[in-house]
């Protein structure tokens, strides 16, 4: 059976491939001749170098491309070695490369302030303007067209703080568009190239993992090989050295035949047939060994060429591993610097946003103490309606009692005085309905400052700080003046107490301080 498994009859490439038990095809192994192709993972390097230089120094996407290069240029030299093509970790790396490029190329988050900055810049030109206009109509006592001027300041002021509110707008979609979107295309891209990884990886190993068991299923085939050549030319030789032998004493039998010719006529020839049978098998056997000896170098010359495939098909699956890793390596510290730099951009929003509540609260402290203004003067103006309102009831009473026709005079400057008052505590209502919207606008913020652990004096206690002083400046002004012109001191000292009592029981009613959200948090 020896014999019969390497006759030359029988030496071809698909009988020996059934021989040694090899389960992946010929055709499906790495040729030596094949050559590599890097084209495909050069463009993407060429990519990462037109991203490089996009930002300056302190960019934080430049350390991810610089070694995002590094290991690119690794692959082209990994798979240049190998006999390998390209295209498929190019494309698994295509997305990253997209979102990297679009990620680079995104403006800085303050660009969405650019315009309501501006507008908040002209809105306080405009009030401003209007604060100076109205300093100098009160300084010329044009108090009617610095009345109108305090509306038209509010009203300005309130317009500043919709445009400050207009900027958490922008921040949201900002935040949107620079952050959660962003964050969104990372862990969908991440997660694609994980799995296109595993399958390269999977499908590799696979491959591998036959082909590697078919190399060692054709090491075991040469070392039986082997045994069997080295066990048929020990045989060959020992069958040689008989027949030598066997014919060299059949010669020396010959020769003593020949001396007795007469007498071993038969059995000469019965030596010579049985010579001629010998050398028959010898022949034989020379022939059937040559045969055999070409059958095992064809074996072997086929073991060799298809252990060279074996073993280049394993290297270069080797290198496939190792040009994916190198990929996933890039991808996955593409994927974190990128989502790292989400959140770092969604952390300067919410600075911003800050930056952005503080200047609200410079804006509702404007408008609350611009209301608060009004409020205490149109407050102050009613006071003094009241008063002349009593004084009109009075000459009205004792003028009807004397029968004075000057009673309906009276009557009518009381009406007056009545309508006018009217008109004012409609005026203050008004105002105060503003404050109370402003404060209710003003929540939000002041819930945001005080989580950030930002310090700041509520402009409602503001507000009730400044009347407190404008009261004590009110009494000491009424002193003064009882002091100069008095001519009773026990009525002056009534005067001022009931100046004292008015101003207590009727401060600035704009909005009573309401409770601070700091308390409710413990501050």
């Known amino acids: 059976s020896t014999q019969s498994t390497w006759d030359i009859k029988k030496s071809d490439p698909s009988r020996f491939m059934t021989l040694c038990t090899q389960e992946v095809p010929i055709k499906d192994l790495i040729k030596p001749e094949q050559l590599p192709n890097t084209e495909d993972i050069q463009r993407t390097l060429n990519e990462l170098k037109g991203m490089q230089g996009l930002g300056d120094s302190s960019d934080p996407y430049s350390a991810v491309i610089t070694f995002g290069l590094r290991l690119t240029e690794k692959c082209i030299g990994l798979i240049a070695k190998s006999q390998l093509h390209s295209a498929e970790w190019a494309k698994v790396m295509e997305p990253s490369l997209i979102l990297l490029k679009d990620v680079t190329h995104a403006p800085p988050i303050t660009h969405c302030l650019l315009e309501p900055d501006e507008a908040i810049r002209r809105m306080k030109f405009s009030i401003e303007e209007c604060s100076q206009a109205q300093s100098e109509a009160i300084a010329e006592?044009?108090?009617?067209?610095?009345?109108?001027?305090?509306?038209?300041?509010?009203?300005?002021?309130?317009?500043?703080?919709?445009?400050?509110?207009?900027?958490?707008?922008?921040?949201?979609?900002?935040?949107?568009?620079?952050?959660?979107?962003?964050?969104?295309?990372?862990?969908?891209?991440?997660?694609?190239?994980?799995?296109?990884?595993?399958?390269?990886?999977?499908?590799?190993?696979?491959?591998?993992?036959?082909?590697?068991?078919?190399?060692?299923?054709?090491?075991?085939?040469?070392e039986r090989a082997s045994a069997a050549d080295y066990s048929a030319t020990k045989s060959f030789a020992d069958d040689t050295q008989q027949n030598i032998y066997f014919l060299k004493e059949n010669e020396q039998k010959q020769e003593e035949c020949w001396k007795k010719i007469e007498a071993l006529e038969l059995e000469l020839v019965t030596l010579a047939n049985t010579r001629i049978e010998e050398s028959k098998r010898r022949a034989a056997t020379i022939e059937r060994e040559s045969k055999r000896k070409v059958g095992y170098q064809q074996f072997m010359e086929f073991a060799s060429q298809h252990r060279k495939l074996l073993e280049l098909t394993i290297r270069n699956c080797e290198i496939i591993e190792e040009v994916t890793d190198t990929v996933d390596e890039f991808l996955c510290s593409g994927c974190n610097t990128i989502e790292k730099q989400m959140r770092e951009v969604e952390k300067k929003i919410e600075d911003t946003k800050i930056s952005v509540h503080e200047e609200y609260l410079a804006s509702f402290r404007q408008i609350y103490l611009t209301l608060g203004d009004l409020t205490y003067k149109k407050e102050r103006h009613i006071e003094e309606l009241e008063k002349k309102i009593q004084t009109a009831h009075i000459q009205q009473e004792l003028a009807m009692d004397t029968l004075n026709p000057k009673a309906k005079e009276f009557a009518q400057q009381k009406k007056a005085l009545m309508a006018n008052k009217q008109e004012m505590e409609g005026h203050l209502s008004g105002l105060r309905e503003r404050a109370t919207l402003a404060i209710q606008w003003f929540q939000p913020t002041e819930r945001a400052l005080i989580?950030?652990?930002?310090?700041?004096?509520?402009?409602?206690?503001?507000?009730?700080?400044?009347?407190?002083?404008?009261?004590?400046?009110?009494?000491?002004?009424?002193?003064?003046?009882?002091?100069?012109?008095?001519d009773d001191d026990g009525d002056d000292d009534v005067d001022i107490e009931a100046l004292r009592a008015s101003l207590a029981s009727s401060p600035s009613r704009l909005l009573t301080a309401p409770k601070r959200i700091a308390s409710a948090a413990g501050v």
């Open 141 to 222: 006592g044009e108090m009617k067209a610095a009345e109108d001027l305090y509306y038209q300041k509010i009203k300005l002021q309130e317009a500043l703080a919709n445009l400050v509110q207009r900027k958490f707008t922008s921040l949201e979609k900002e935040a949107e568009t620079a952050v959660k979107i962003p964050l969104q295309r990372v862990h969908e891209t991440h997660n694609k190239a994980n799995l296109e990884i595993s399958t390269i990886l999977k499908r590799n190993e696979k491959i591998k993992a036959r082909v590697a068991q078919d190399l060692s299923n054709l090491l075991s085939a040469i």
């Open 451 to 486: 989580e950030a652990g930002k310090e700041f004096i509520h402009p409602v206690e503001e507000l009730q700080n400044i009347n407190a002083t404008r009261n004590q400046k009110l009494i000491e002004y009424h002193e003064l003046m009882s002091s100069k012109d008095m």
